[in-house]
């Protein structure tokens, strides 16, 4: 697998990019292995409260899945320990919280037990004594009332985690929100994460899912929301495509993703000795720590202008799936091209700006770019193997010969017996050419008739002048 280029830095919002660069040049770890985790901690930051709607009516997440892909000696962990530093301290002193709150409630739990059998002693000598128990009923009502709860927990990073714990942690966890992090992509394909790959696509959608277990209450999970940021070493990948891509690409799990293969940057790691200064890198540290205490809810809607290029940006991807277009290999990834295209926008916006909800055509533009980029890289890396390339080339070969066929021969149309006899000799199997005979139709690169029980192709040739075709000629 060969690592292909990334684009330069200029597809990012400039503060963005002068954070990028920062810790590029503190850690000289690959540039795109920088960007897909600086914008896994961004979306951990902001999923829990904030919400885009690209489509009228209905707001959808904006968490992100993140895959990089890199040879072990790239500091893939460096560079995670180092832009998640504040998420990490943060969760570290929510922990503490939640070990305080734990004991305060088992005093007042206590005391408020004692309160409840002393009334409850009352309540039962009133009884045996045939008193009236109406105000002593409703002051134990009132102590019942009072029972004082533990208040949950928030819980970010999910590791080495089972989709049974995460689903629970989402379930009890205090802002339903949640970034699953693994520096080992192996461990994450070999394990039970892999086997749930519907749940994971269900989370990334912000789908409800109703959970069952056997040993206590079920629940159904709603409002959660799932990024992933994973790092795989390219061996590991394959591995994983190899046994897993069809049913990973099948069920547009492996769609959902952006995905980086930077180039290494291992033997030309110099170090000067001179300590690199981080003055955006510190902004972030303290702007990731104030996003993650926001609780209000903030839904980001495009503004008439960017929602008309949003417009435009999808009819286009929708274009790139034909049999003649860019994605046609990649159907899978031009699927969810315009929702990632939103939520990055999104991102942007809602982590640069607090004094509007409107996302703006340039902001729009730099999503759109970055976008393409990792389209660029799916085709190259997961497109490259996908069985549909197959059948793309089977397409254009039948399409060409149709073409040769009408135009040497001043054919009109060409009868399908002529076709099975004399084609593209792969391409003679019945069922097989049927089925490229009505994709060719289905995107009018063909038209076909019936007469006297025989079938004739029709090729499409613009702007060509054709002689009606002669059976009797070939």
Not at 44 to 57: A, F, K, T, Y
Not at 190 to 200: F, I, K, N, S, V
Not at 424 to 451: C, F, M, V, Y
Request: glycine share 4%.
């Amino acid at each position: 697998m060969n690592a292909p280029t990334y684009r330069p830095p200029s597809y990012l919002p400039e503060r963005l990019e002068q954070l990028v660069l920062e810790i590029v040049r503190a850690t000289k770890a690959p540039y795109a292995m920088v960007v897909n985790t600086t914008l896994g901690c961004m979306v951990s930051c902001l999923q829990h409260n904030c919400s885009v709607q690209h489509i009228p009516d209905s707001p959808s997440p904006i968490s992100l899945f993140l895959l990089t892909i890199a040879d072990s000696g790239e500091r893939k962990s460096t560079v995670q320990s180092l832009v998640f530093r504040a998420i990490t301290e943060t969760q570290r002193q929510w922990r503490k919280d939640a070990l305080q709150n734990a004991v305060a409630h088992k005093m007042l739990y206590a005391v408020w037990r004692k309160k409840l059998n002393a009334q409850s002693d009352v309540l039962r000598r009133a009884m045996l004594k045939g008193e009236p128990t109406d105000e002593i009923e409703k002051q134990l009502g009132i102590i019942l009332e009072a029972e004082p709860t533990l208040g949950l927990e928030r819980k970010l990073i999910y590791m080495d985690t089972t989709i049974e714990a995460l689903l629970v942690g989402l379930h009890e966890s205090c802002g339903k929100s949640a970034v699953l992090l693994h520096d080992e992509f192996g461990q994450f394909c070999d394990g039970p994460m892999a086997r749930h790959q519907p749940t994971m696509n269900a989370l990334w959608s912000g789908t409800e899912i109703p959970v069952h277990r056997k040993t206590s209450g079920n629940f159904v999970l709603e409002d959660a929301k799932l990024s992933a940021v994973l790092l795989a070493q390219p061996s590991v990948f394959k591995r994983f495509l190899d046994k897993q891509g069809n049913q990973a690409r099948g069920n547009g799990f492996l769609a959902r993703f952006l995905i980086a293969y930077p180039p290494s940057t291992q033997g030309s790691r110099v170090e000067d000795g001179v300590k690199v200064d981080c003055p955006t890198l510190d902004w972030f540290y303290d702007r990731c720590k104030e996003l993650l205490h926001k609780n209000s809810p903030r839904l980001l809607k495009f503004s008439p202008r960017a929602r008309t290029e949003l417009i435009n940006i999808a009819n286009f991807y929708e274009s790139c799936m034909q049999p003649d277009g860019i994605y046609y290999s990649a159907k899978d990834f031009a699927s969810k091209a315009t929702e990632n295209i939103a939520r990055l926008a999104a991102i942007f916006h809602a982590f640069f700006t607090d004094d509007s909800d409107e996302i703006t055509c340039e902001t729009l533009n730099y999503a759109i770019n970055l976008i393409a980029t990792y389209g660029q890289r799916y085709l190259k890396i997961i497109g490259a193997s996908n069985p549909a390339d197959e059948e793309q080339r089977d397409l254009m070969d039948l399409e060409n010969w149709l073409l040769a066929c009408a135009c040497n021969n001043k054919m009109d149309y060409i009868p399908k017996s002529h076709l099975m006899q004399y084609g593209p000799n792969r391409l003679r199997q019945k069922a097989k050419l049927d089925t490229l005979l009505g994709i060719l139709l289905s995107h009018n690169k063909i038209r076909i008739s019936i007469e006297r029980n025989k079938k004739y192709i029709y090729p499409v040739i613009p702007n060509i002048a054709r002689p009606r075709f002669n059976p009797n000629q070939v």
